[in-house]
């Protein structure tokens, strides 16, 4: 069974972010199609990109940055949640993404994006950054809005057509992870 994380956008104190990526490890758990764990960046306690040398070349001096690897490193998949900030994603999402190359790579990824427009613009932002981390995005993305699927702008409480927008990304997400993981094992090259 392929493993997929759900990770968090957002660091930021009184985030919505985490009561989104909640809900959304909930709905995938009980979906019983692949292990989903809820991953928060925040409890990685990643500083501004303090790395001596680029991700790609994979030689990590922070214990910060290891543990961050070694976490990522486990997951076949990924879905991650993001807000929209000044048009693109929060920079605690791009920051912890800086941190990484090789525990990106030839994985899969769903997107779900919220904000004042669903969040897109920072969708749109974010497969840019996954494609240069080698990550298989999928076409479908959850979108919510802050008007409709948050109850005073902070509990999230989606609309009933917006929580059905996140069955599709799930489907591609399990069906690409699991074809990722023979590209990164080499089984479709012996094909």
Not at 44 to 54: K, S
Not at 61 to 82: L, R, Y
Request: charged content about 20%; hydrophobic content about 45%; glycine content about 8%.
């Amino acid at each position: 069974m392929v493993k997929i994380a759900i990770i968090t956008g957002s660091t930021r104190p009184g985030r919505i972010n985490y009561g989104l990526a909640e809900w959304l490890h909930a709905r995938a758990t009980e979906r019983g199609d692949a292990q989903y764990e809820l991953v928060d960046i925040a409890d990685y306690n990643l500083p501004v990109l303090n790395e001596g040398l680029p991700a790609a070349m994979g030689q990590y001096e922070h214990a910060h940055t290891k543990a961050w690897a070694e976490k990522i490193a486990q997951f076949d998949g990924f879905i991650f949640v993001t807000g929209e900030y000044n048009h693109s994603v929060p920079p605690a999402l791009a920051n912890a993404l800086s941190y990484l190359n090789a525990e990106w790579a030839n994985k899969a990824a769903g997107l779900v994006g919220y904000g004042s427009a669903f969040g897109v613009r920072a969708v749109e932002h974010l497969r840019g950054i996954l494609s240069e981390l080698q990550v298989a995005h999928v076409q479908k993305q959850g979108m919510f809005s802050l008007f409709t699927d948050f109850e005073n702008f902070q509990t999230f409480a989606p609309t009933e057509l917006q929580a059905a927008s996140v069955e599709p990304m799930f489907e591609q997400v399990v069906t690409w992870s699991k074809a990722m993981r023979q590209v990164r094992t080499g089984a479709l090259a012996e094909a």
